[in-house]
């Protein structure tokens, strides 16, 4: 499941589509997944595609902030903005900037 999420951070994946494919109930799947990681899979996944927003901002430099954020599946740049602030203790802006 997790291959399957690092496969499509392009996207938002909703809890019944990771549970087909471990082939649990999606209670059974938040369950066995939060406790084995301490983590809901969704908090798991949006890290994920933040980890991956945190790539690109580094490594394309000529796309945009809004192109990133679409690009990992936050259709709404102010929400990617206090998402990847919250996780990384800076702005997209700065993180892109910093040495």
């Given amino acids: 499941m997790m291959s399957y999420m690092q496969a499509n951070t392009h996207r938002l994946i909703p809890n019944s589509e990771l549970a087909r494919q471990c082939h649990l109930s999606e209670a059974g799947m938040i369950r066995r997944f939060t406790q084995l990681l301490g983590i809901s899979p969704q908090a798991f996944f949006a890290d994920l595609r933040l980890d991956e927003a945190a790539r690109q901002l580094r490594q394309q ?35 892109r900037n910093a040495p």
């Fill in 61 to 95: 430099q000529h796309q945009s902030i809004e192109q990133i954020a679409d690009a990992t599946g936050f259709y709404d740049r102010s929400h990617f903005s206090k998402r990847f602030t919250l996780r990384f203790g800076i702005s997209p802006v700065e993180y």
